[in-house]
């Protein structure tokens, strides 16, 4: 049992949840990825697998371009 | 033919004004290059991450078609002709399924919601500066809850 929680924690949340596509209009999964100031987290802080950060790292910049998130600063 | 989504950045005030006319302004442009619109939400005036040509608000409108692939080159220089529509974005929807859920993220960086929203009894004083500050370290407190949180999980 205990093994299987630690194996569950190890894995990344996005694979957890079986998520496909992240999508770019879900700014409030992508802040949980992002700094106060909008910055992504690197991998090590995020916990994501490649294949997620690599999404999160497209979603993101999406996002940004169309004023979903700020390119830099919190309130803009 | 291909399953495409679009999202539309409209200017704040013409939305308030006439979204209706504007969403079927909109939808014709798709429909002249041959695309056929399958599904619409509309997401209401909301403060923009930062301003864009000058405008602080705007309203979004998402919407769902299928086109052929050359037809999206001359959509796009179609939609960056209109004066009100502030950025467009088109990306293909792998599997070609219209997703049931459809959100459009708030962007809410305000101390008082989240810690609302976590249940939390929080009393930010009143007051000119002191507000101010109380309201930039609740920022980073939230920061690190967020941080936290995910270890739970």
């Given at each position: 049992?205990k093994?299987r929680q630690?194996?569950?924690?190890?894995r990344?949340?996005?694979c957890?949840?079986?998520?496909e596509?992240?999508?770019?209009?879900?700014t409030?999964?992508?802040q949980k990825?992002?700094?106060?100031q909008?910055?992504?987290f690197?991998?090590?802080r995020?916990?994501?697998?490649?294949r997620?950060?690599?999404q999160?790292?497209?979603?993101?910049?999406r996002?940004?371009?169309?004023a979903l998130m700020?390119?830099?600063?919190?309130?803009? | 033919?291909?399953?495409?989504?679009v999202?539309f950045?409209i200017e704040?005030?013409?939305?308030?004004?006439d979204?209706?006319?504007t969403?079927?302004?909109?939808l014709?442009?798709?429909?002249?290059?041959g695309g056929?619109?399958?599904d619409?939400?509309r997401?209401?005036?909301r403060?923009?991450a930062y301003?864009?040509?000058?405008?602080?608000?705007g309203a979004?409108?998402?919407?769902y078609f299928?086109?052929e692939p050359g037809?999206?080159?001359?959509?796009?220089a179609d939609?960056?002709?209109s004066?009100?529509?502030?950025?467009t974005?088109i990306v293909?929807?792998e599997g070609g399924?219209?997703p049931?859920?459809k959100i459009?993220g708030?962007?809410d960086?305000?101390p008082?919601?989240?810690?609302a929203a976590?249940g939390?009894?929080?009393?930010i004083p009143?007051?000119?500066?002191?507000h101010?500050?109380?309201?930039?370290e609740?920022?980073?407190?939230?920061?690190i809850d967020?941080?936290?949180?995910k270890?739970?999980?």
């Open positions: 049992m093994d630690f194996k569950d924690r190890a990344c949340r996005f957890r949840e079986k998520v596509d992240i999508d770019y209009k879900d409030q999964t992508l990825l992002a700094t106060g909008g910055k992504l690197s991998r090590k995020s916990g994501n697998c490649a997620h950060q690599r999160a790292q497209l979603a993101v910049k996002a940004r371009y169309m700020p390119y830099i600063g919190g309130q803009g | 033919m291909k399953l495409y989504e999202l950045l704040g005030a013409r939305a308030a004004q979204f209706d006319g969403e079927k302004e909109l014709a442009v798709l429909e002249k290059h056929k619109v399958r619409k939400v997401f209401e005036e403060k923009l301003a864009v040509r000058g405008h602080r608000r979004y409108l998402l919407a299928d086109a037809a999206i080159r001359e959509i796009t939609l960056n002709l004066e009100y529509v502030l950025r974005m293909r929807v399924q219209v049931e859920k459009l708030v962007l960086t305000r008082d919601r989240s810690f976590e939390r009894d929080m009393e009143h007051g000119e500066g002191f101010d500050l109380r309201m930039r609740h920022d980073e407190i939230g920061d967020i941080e936290a949180s270890d739970e999980e």
